[in-house]
């Protein structure tokens, strides 16, 4: 990766664990939502782990 770009990720997952929401956490990092859905899948393999579990309604932290 770039330098700066994990750093980046982080704080899209770190916003989206607090707002459990695409949509609120694309507005507070004025973002697109898109880049924010793109970034989750990638973070968590980065990390070896699965951060967040979503259905069409809702976005979840894991405990794994």
């Known amino acids: 990766m770039y330098p700066g770009v994990e750093l980046q990720l982080y704080r899209y997952v770190a916003v989206l664990g607090e707002e459990l929401n695409f949509t609120r956490a694309g507005l507070r ?31 979840r932290l894991t405990l794994r």
């Open 29 to 59: 990092l004025h973002v697109c939502t898109t880049f924010i859905k793109q970034a989750n899948p990638g973070t968590g393999d980065y990390l070896g782990a699965q951060l967040f579990e979503r259905d069409k309604r809702e976005v």
